[in-house]
């Protein structure tokens, strides 16, 4: 017989506190302000779903989430595949495996900020290290205050310089985990080097590349930091990304309706293609 | 199919051995007859994958030279050398199903559609997985998986030699055997040449014709099971094989006998002349019986395990096992001890020293 008993509630209480404050009532917080008007004072007016309305058929918004899907398209376009390639040319053992994992590991170890303000002097056009490169040099006119598509460059090199060591890290975590008969067998089998890659590699890292290409999907997909202090949004508006764009409307035009109701959608859209992604990734597990 | 000579080969995984207790293989030379079925026997570390992996050509052996059909294949790629083989855990191709599984050996060589349907069709009816073809290899059992890596080695037809790598070590104890039978019956139908490797004695007395026993990276006997079980070349050898193992029992020589506990022991033949450390009688449990008069011995222990009586005695130092069929006496109780003498034979420093009688041919 099994005997009920309740008494575990008491034990994830904990918890559910600590989920409730950090995060539920910060977001409900934000729900409430989707649907209101404020002017401060602390009076509310009804809004109903207005807000969600003017996000969504803004071409302010719009545009601020084609260029998001673009940044995180050729994030990831780059990274993964880039990422694949350096775990594969990575030694498997011996005196360079722990030299290789520490280096790829720096760029992970550098604060956000602190990325975004290292780029923005390296690629300064009189002083930065690149830019004085580029323009003195070589003399390439390369100013990404001045021209958009220099600094759509520049924010995704240094995305990929500082993000790409996630996918090689965990891309070579399940490259090392393949038992050596796989690749005796597959010699055996004279296979070639591409049907090695195709049916011993990429099947075995499929699950830590699933990990991985969520977490560059979200990470890059609610990038703030960065392209904020090396571009600001500019020139004009063509880095505005989705968060700074939120975070303009909220603290720059203290807009809290709109920018609450933003916040949300923006949230729907990642947990969706998120959701999206790893269903269809894992369906074939599942069966 | 090919017949393969190993000529003084030796194998250090050093840069630069020093001693003979660097080499994993000492020195071995071997021939492999076009078409048998061979079982590399030893334990864990003796040296057997080792060897394996040099003959499949994973591994290029420090000295020594590997001949296929008298054509030296040392220094090819496994691919060159057109062999097949298994491994200790099944490797399959998750991705593919289990027809892709079969023809990937044959479709990496450009063998055209029609002739791989056939092989691949011909492989699965013998494999019994002809119902399971078009199923993901992914979602197989860990049996019916080592079986479509097992098809995977015998699906070409020009293979010149095909190894198992304690193939059956992930396989559950009731398919071992199905398995076991299922890979004997293949040899007969295909006559590849098949090399086994294991520490299972029953797994290699049961596939191979010829047993190959190997320790510390040496070859110690080559026979027939009949040859290894009954007139073991080495007391490793009788001890290995058989359960229990050969009776190993420390002795004296004097005037052409030999002396245990005293007492002359009858052996088989005359005693080879030579110089030893060591001196051991070996005999055999099956030919140990209990009797009026002989070694007086003490009853230690015993088994009855089914097919016969497992008595453990005690004579002064030494243990001596009995097998029997009846009459089991009880453990403290005194009893005599009786060689068969045509089974009893001398070990100097491990290796047989008595040349066989008439009564053993």
Known sequence: MKTENQRAWFLVLPVLVLVAFNALIPMMTVVNYSVQETFGDNLFFWQGLDWYEQILTSERFHAALGRQFLFTGLILVIEVPLGIAIALSMPRQGFWVPVCLVLMALPMLIPWNVVGAMWNIFTLPDIGLLGYFLNHTLGINYDMTQDPLAAWITIVTMDVWHWTSLVVLLAYAGLVSIPDAYYQAAKIDGASNWAVFRFIQLPKMKTVLTIAILLRFMDSFNIYTEPFVLTGGGPGNSTTLLSIDLVKMALGQFDLGPAAAMSLIYFAITLGVSWLFYTLMTKDDLN | MAKITLSKLRHSYYPDPQGPEDYALKMIDLDWTDGGAYALLGPSGCGKSTLLNIISGLLVPSEGRILFDDRDVTELAPTQRNIAQVFQFPVIYDTMSVRDNLAFPLRNRGVDEATVARRVAEIAEMLEVTDILDRKAAALSPDNKQKVSMGRGLVREDVN????????????????????????????????????????????????????????????????????????????????????????????????????????????????????????????????SLAESGVEAVVRKVSDVGRHIVVETQVGEDRVAAIIKENAPETGETVHLNFRPDRTRLYRDGWLATTAGEAAQ
């Open chain 2, 161 to 288: 030699v095909v190894m198992f790598d304690e193939p059956l070590t992930v396989i559950d104890p009731h398919l071992k055997w199905k398995l076991r039978s299922k890979l004997k019956e293949l040899h007969q139908r295909v006559r590849a040449t098949m090399i086994y490797v294991t520490h299972d004695q029953t797994e290699a007395l049961t596939f191979a014709d010829q047993v190959v026993v190997m320790q510390d990276g040496e070859i110690v006997q080559i026979g027939t099971p009949v040859d290894l079980f009954e007139r073991p070349a080495h007391t490793f050898v009788g001890h290995f094989i058989g359960s229990p193992g050969m009776n190993i029992l420390p002795c004296e020589t004097r005037d052409g006998a030999a002396l245990f506990q005293g007492q002359q022991i009858p052996l088989e033949g005359d005693i080879v002349p030579g110089e030893g450390k060591r001196t051991e009688i070996g005999v055999r449990p099956e030919f140990v």
